[in-house]
């Protein structure tokens, strides 16, 4: 079983719909949480960052991180077609090395 | 401020031969990790540096070997290529700062490796 899984999709959605994305994991030492936008040959690009629980906003992306339930969710409102990417979660629990463990990606398609 | 650059973007090699990946690290950055990203796949990390020594590993075997250099700038050497090596090699860096702010890596565009 790998440490974080995270659903491969693809996930289709119309433009203007929210995207909903999420990953789970098994390591209970992770408590920093990032989400990467990755278009194709190209490489990730950080959206969001969080430390431990809670919720974090940042324009049309919210964050989410139930660490009791070892469940991070990322949504996107209003999707645009230019969404339409490959999406990672990483975690890493902060340790010497600081090394991200990252899930296998979604892939999303938003059509216009 | 200039973002993490990579070179070259694209590199084939034959089997057995040896490679070296080229990394300028982030304005202001002193950490680099190196991952590698198999077609559809998540990246998974190869190893990283802080102040030119190595400062954790993942499972890679030793013939994949790296340096970081004075200025921050990293290489990726990787010798005896195998087929399996064809990949997206990411260099990312990471700010200095407090234990929030040296978590956050910074990618680069990638090389792609592909190995014959």
Not at chain 1, 4 to 10: A, H, I, R, S
Not at chain 1, 38 to 58: A, C, F, I, V, W
Not at chain 1, 88 to 101: D, E, I, P, V
Not at chain 2, 8 to 24: A, D, E, F, N, Y
Request: with cysteine; glycine share 10%; proline share 5%.
């Amino acid at each position: 079983q790998k440490e974080v899984e995270q659903d491969p999709g693809p996930l289709s959605v119309p433009e203007g719909a929210i995207v909903s994305l999420n990953c789970t994991y098994s390591n209970s030492a992770f408590q920093y949480f990032m989400w990467y936008r990755q278009y194709s040959r190209k490489g990730p690009e950080l959206l969001m960052y969080t430390y431990s629980s809670g919720n974090k906003e940042d324009g049309r992306f919210t964050a989410q991180v139930d660490k009791s339930s070892k469940y991070i969710s990322l949504f996107i409102r209003d999707s645009q077609p230019s969404d339409s990417a490959t999406y990672l979660c990483a975690m890493s629990a902060g340790a010497a090395g600081n090394k991200l463990t990252f899930g296998g990606g979604t892939r999303v398609l938003v059509k216009p | 401020e200039t973002g993490v650059t990579q070179s070259p973007t694209h590199l084939i090699k034959t089997r057995g031969q040896q490679v070296t990946l080229r990394c300028s690290s982030q304005s202001g950055h002193n950490t680099v990790s190196w991952y590698q990203q198999a077609l559809g796949q998540g990246p998974q990390f190869i190893f990283q540096y802080y102040r030119e020594e190595e400062n954790g590993r993942g499972n890679f075997p030793p013939r994949f070997s790296g340096l970081q250099f004075p200025n921050y700038s990293s290489e990726l050497n990787v010798n005896a290529l195998e087929l399996d090596d064809s990949a997206l090699y990411l260099c990312a860096s990471s700010p200095r700062g407090g234990m929030v702010t040296k978590n956050i890596q910074y990618f680069g565009a990638g090389t792609r490796l592909s190995v014959l």
